[in-house]
């Protein structure tokens, strides 16, 4: 079984700071793409930001200059660096990873629990 789990959430004044991690765990052999979606209420889920085992990383235009992802491939661990936070970046935040469990199996994608990201005054 492969599990990823947020952590970092939580309330922040506007203007302010936060910064997510995602750990990835249990059955791994290789890992592609890990990303960051987000789901406000009332609305659909959409992409933060996803960073490709090789290639350029990919932002939403509504984050680019605010938010910075990375990743630590040693431990499996994806983070999003959230700065200049607007409430309209209230919502809960889903980590997302393409990964293939085993040797010779398929790649798939998983998601995590989701950590809330509230930006309010």
């Known amino acids: 079984q492969v599990q990823l789990l947020e952590s970092g959430g939580g309330l922040v004044q506007p203007g302010g700071s936060l910064r997510l991690s995602c750990a990835a765990s249990?059955?791994?052999?290789?890992?592609?793409?890990m990303g960051w979606y987000r789901q406000a209420p009332g609305k659909e889920r959409e992409l933060v930001a996803v960073?490709?085992?090789?290639?350029?990383?990919n932002y939403a235009d509504s984050v680019k200059g605010r938010f910075t992802i990375s990743r630590d491939n040693a431990k499996n661990t994806v983070y999003l660096q959230m700065n200049s936070l607007k409430p309209e970046d209230t919502a809960v935040y889903y980590c997302?990873?393409?990964?293939?469990?085993?040797?010779?199996?398929?790649?798939?994608?998983?998601w995590g629990q989701g950590t809330q990201v509230t930006v309010s005054s």
């Open positions: 960073m490709p085992s090789s290639g350029s990383t």
């Open positions: 249990g059955s791994i052999f290789s890992i592609n793409a």
């Open positions: 997302n990873g393409h990964i293939q469990p085993y040797a010779l199996g398929p790649h798939r994608y998983y």
